[in-house]
């Protein structure tokens, strides 16, 4: 191989590295749940009537380098605006109207997103202080799904450290039964000092860039030993 062919082949590696380490996972603030399609993980009742309009879980102190991640949270694992029927008899678990999460951060945020997994086809409402930031409205009844929603995006919009409270509550709409709750993920956070690494790097782009290294090891031998 040629030294202008190893070049365009490590210009290559370094472009998709690039890519690669730009798409890494996000490190969360706060997690409740498993993310598996399941509510196994939450409040198991026998009564399909148990109900709240609202509950509240105190987290604590959270940042990128400080997350917390509970995976048997002690919380309801189904949204609903009233008391199961009697004919719901699927429902398992503890029903509540509002889930609250009441946080503080160690430090100021410009980027926040919540990730949410769910059941279901009905809306949700995302709060954020008692501000509604977001609508999380299912595709279609009887599968799971995957939402994201951005609490804080761009310079001009900042959450500051301190006390806060992230509520999602039920909107109904569609067939208004209510709906499970896979996990709940407050993740991305970018501090505006701009410490605290936001995410790293995959597996598969440490396996990237580890390949490249060393097949741009055995092309430069192979050079030499030409040259």
């Known amino acids: 191989m040629t030294r202008k062919k190893l070049k365009t082949l490590i210009f290559i590696l370094v472009i998709l590295l690039f890519f690669g380490i730009n ?53 309801p694992g189904y949204l609903y605006d009233k008391p199961p029927f009697e004919e719901f008899e699927w429902v398992d678990t503890f029903a509540v109207g509002e889930l609250s999460f009441d946080f503080i951060l160690e430090k100021d945020y410009i980027q926040l997103d919540l990730i949410f997994g769910r059941f279901g086809s009905e809306i949700d409402y995302i709060y954020i202080d008692g501000i509604q930031v977001g609508t999380v409205d299912g595709t279609a009844e009887g599968h799971w799904d995957l939402f994201e929603v951005a609490i804080l995006a761009g310079e001009d919009l900042k959450l500051n450290a301190g006390e806060h409270t992230l509520s999602v509550g039920y909107g109904g709409g569609d067939l208004d039964n209510g709906h499970y709750i896979d996990f709940i993920r407050l993740e991305n956070g970018i501090p505006a000092d701009g410490t605290g690494a936001a995410s790293v790097p995959e597996p598969a782009t440490l396996f990237l860039l580890c390949t490249g290294m060393v097949c741009a090891g055995i092309f430069r031998r192979k050079i030499g030993r030409k040259s």
Do not use: K, R
């Open 23 to 75: 798409n890494g996972f996000a490190i969360p603030l706060w997690q409740f749940g498993v993310e598996d399609q399941s509510h196994s993980e939450y409040l198991q009742v026998v009564d399909h009537g148990m109900f709240a309009e609202t509950v509240s879980f105190n987290i604590g102190n959270v940042s990128t380098l400080n997350p917390v991640q509970l995976s048997s949270p002690s919380l």
